[in-house]
């Protein structure tokens, strides 16, 4: 076991006072209302269509119907004593087909929300992109045509011109590895493309992106923070084998290494081959076009991953061996709860010189809830918190530059290809009435919180 602070122990005046605590959530997860108001169709809403994707046909049209119940909601947020609140801001209910015509409706449902929490002291931290690309802008090739760069600098002017007075907090984007591995590698999220032809062009635009985005941000919000968030797993070798190790070190350098180092501008990873044909997708002076000093990176992290060698997988040459196969303790997504996890990530990204300040955007467990006598008593997911804020806490002792945590997330809702089975809400939702009870980690929270 390595250490850690004992749960008992912990106490939110540990992390200091200037310590950011907050929780995060995602308009494609939580919005429902996805023909209302003018907005347009995303590529979630078409994937989610063909049969097959998303577990057991699951769609996002309603899930916790947060676009209407955003003031029950955030005040429940008040009410848990959460002072920072992460939400993404849907591109096609700003500009429906991606790029030209701005939907009015769109922006002032975003100022309202904005508002009510600024009403209540709670301060917004907005993610611009969180997946849900307008699917006008896939049908003209999406993420793999370079053309993005200009339909996503139009897109964050917008959001930084309408919100930019209020909104203090930015993230560019939510884990592109995520998005572009699962949508246009491996075709299990929307928009289910696969391949390496367009996957590599899509890893390089999101990264010309990101960098474009935040110097957007920069430049019309001079006083903003600007952050952009990645997803990590802590790698380790199977076993102390060299294959082992070198395939360990390739799949480190595909989930974690890739995004951060392209955007400090040190380039794509060599250690994995096929990152050298990105080179076909790039134009002279796009090394310098990728890179933007950012003033703080988002890490997000659920779980450790164990990677053996497998000759027989394309391009990497590795494999994860499923928790499942492990005999280990997992969530309801099948992922190992291994709380160290999370300090190995934050010393990972702390070592770059070019990251100034970690924030965990990111971080939760879904099991399966049970209701009864309408309370929720979600002893896994508590303590699967605080023996990951404990390890926070044994990174931030040891000097890591890791200055605020968010859980992942409010409400239970739609998880992706997942659809609705896995819960990793604080609060609980009852689909069918949309009731929402605060379940004991909730509580837990809020009572860490006061
Ligand atoms: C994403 C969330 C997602 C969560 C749990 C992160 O990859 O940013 O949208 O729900 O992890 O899977």
Redesign the pocket.
């Known amino acids: 076991m390595e250490p850690g602070i004992e749960n008992y122990k912990l106490n939110k005046d540990l992390f200091g006072d200037d310590f950011v605590w907050g929780i995060s959530t995602?308009a494609p997860?939580i919005e429902g209302s996805c023909d209302s108001d003018g907005r347009g169709k995303s590529v979630w809403d078409v994937f989610t269509e063909i049969k097959g994707k998303v577990l057991n046909g699951d769609k996002p049209t309603t899930t916790c119907d947060f676009y209407n119940r955003y003031r029950d909601d955030i005040t429940l947020v008040k009410q848990l004593n959460i002072p920072n609140f992460r939400f993404s801001i849907a591109w096609p209910r700003i500009m429906p087909s991606g790029t030209g015509n701005v939907n009015q409706a769109g922006i002032d449902y975003y100022n309202q929300i904005i508002n009510y929490c600024l009403e209540l002291g709670i301060e917004p931290w907005v993610t611009i992109y969180?997946?849900d690309l307008p699917y006008a802008l896939e049908q003209k090739g999406g993420w793999t045509n370079r053309e993005i760069v200009n339909w996503f600098g139009n897109y964050v002017r917008v959001c930084a011109d309408n919100f930019g007075d209020r909104v203090k907090h930015w993230m560019v984007m939510?884990?592109p590895a995520?998005f572009t591995g699962a949508g246009y590698f491996l075709g299990i999220h929307a928009p289910g493309r696969t391949g390496i032809k367009n996957f590599l062009p899509a890893i390089h635009h999101s990264v010309l992106c990101m960098a474009a985005g935040g110097k957007i941000l920069r430049e019309r919000l001079p006083d903003a923070e600007i952050g952009t968030?990645f997803?990590c797993s802590y790698i380790e070798p199977y076993s102390e084998k060299d294959k082992d190790v070198a395939a360990a070190k390739r799949a480190d350098a595909m989930i974690n290494r890739l995004f951060i180092e392209a955007v400090s501008g040190m380039g794509y990873p060599d250690d994995v081959s096929v990152f050298k044909e990105i080179e076909n997708y790039m134009l002279p002076g796009d090394e310098k076009l990728m890179a933007f000093d950012f003033d703080f990176i988002g890490i997000?992290n659920?779980t450790r991953e164990i990677v053996k060698s497998a000759f027989w997988v394309p391009y990497i040459g590795a494999k994860l061996v499923k928790a499942e196969d492990r005999n280990v303790p997992i969530t309801s997504?099948k992922w190992e709860v291994h709380a160290p996890a999370i300090y190995h990530a934050i010393k990972q990204f702390n070592a770059y010189p070019q990251v100034k300040k970690i924030i965990i955007t990111?971080n939760?467990a879904?099991f399966p809830d049970v209701v009864i006598n309408e309370v929720v008593n979600d002893t896994e997911r508590l303590t699967y918190l605080q023996d990951h804020l404990s390890q926070v806490l044994r990174a931030k002792n040891e000097g890591c530059k890791v200055a605020g945590y968010f859980v992942?997330?409010l409400t239970d809702n739609f998880?992706?290809a997942e659809g609705y089975h896995?819960r990793?809400g604080l609060i609980y939702i009852d689909f069918s009435t949309q009731q929402r009870i605060i379940k004991a980690s909730g509580h837990w929270y809020g009572d860490f919180l006061k």
């Open positions: 995602a997860q969180h997946w939510n884990e995520v968030t997803s997000q659920y997504m990111e939760g879904a992942w997330t998880e992706w896995p990793f």
